[in-house]
């Protein structure tokens, strides 16, 4: 029995390489950065971490974690309700609230589990969800999790929203819920909030927004896709991380009015049963929303970058999707070409990986990159003429 067990999972790793689906992880020898070592020794422009702000190595973000370290302990040994809170992690709920305009936040260890654990406390049979079909996989799970009507709508085309809402209408849900990634991680697009928001308000529905790629940098205070849209009190539920733009490291959030949060506190799977998160966390990311306030000009360079990075690519010919996000996808279709494109550009010194099957739908392999505050002009230029030769050398130009 156990054999066959093991047989039919090396039959499906064998399935996977076959494929070109297979994934290896490349082992990094320094601090996350615009320029990291890899373990075997080589140094490589990084062109696919999160770190939008580069405050994964600041100074200042670094010493807010280690001084905390010093005075709080390594870890809290507890979930939250238990013996797990610290005022810092009362304050950092504040801090988020006021600075996205809510009136409450509950942190989560990771963005995946505020996404995982939020449905289900707040929805039930009686109630309809409708989510965008190329929402992020915690969303997805989330939603699975939680017993209220699935509607699911084709990515972004609002008439197949109102399809849906439509149909939750006729049947009488009781609370509806509309669920969209504010930009989508592997486009680097933006939902269209603004329609979003007026449907909603039409049908009466909520609408939850993950601006996991959004909060700290997009809109002109960083306040995430809300503020780039313009749209107050539009978005009644917002989740985000502090993985990626606010230093980097892990955690989760959920932004509501202050009953979602407490019932959330009170019922929520991932808050109730699993460990709080880490005090030196917790007071870097007060750091990293501290500069965020502070130095706007790093949100302004980032999208300085962008403009011109995508500019120059879509001129060598390359198809780029989406218009000033950061997150810049160079689509290439086959996993194959993705896979050994992202391996000749790191052989000439370029780190940025190639997405396919299943994190991207089949045949839109695409190599991801992700600009950030601190790439140079000199940096930019570099990658811009690695792609024109390993382009031509693979005949896609
Ligand atoms: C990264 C990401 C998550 C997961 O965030 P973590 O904090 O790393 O768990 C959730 N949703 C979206 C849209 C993401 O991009």
Known sequence: MKKSFYASLENELEKIREEGLFKEERFIASPQKTRVELANGSSVLNFCANDYLGLANNLDVKKAASESVEKDGFGMASVRFICGTNDKHRQLEEKLSSFLGYEDCILYVACFDANGGLFEPLFDENDAIISDALNHASIIDGIRLCKAKRFRYEHSNMSDLKR??????????????????????????????????SLANEYEALVM?????????????????????GIKDGVDILTGTLGKALGGASGGFVCANKSVVELLKQKSRPYLFSNALSPSIVSATMKALEIVEGEPDRRQRIYENSKYFRGEMKKLGFEILGTDHPIVPVMLGDAKVAQHMSKKLLENGIYAVGFFYPVVPKNKARIRLQINSEHTKEELDKVIDTFKKVGEELNLL
């Open 164 to 197: 849906c809402l439509e149909e939750a209408k006729e049947q009488g849900a009781r609370h509806k819920i509309i669920v969209s990634d504010g930009v989508f991680s592997m486009d680097g697009t933006y939902a269209k909030l603004d329609e979003i928001c």
């Open 209 to 229: 927004i993950d601006d996991c790629h959004a909060t700290g940098f997009v809109g002109s205070n960083g306040r995430g896709t809300s503020e780039h849209f």
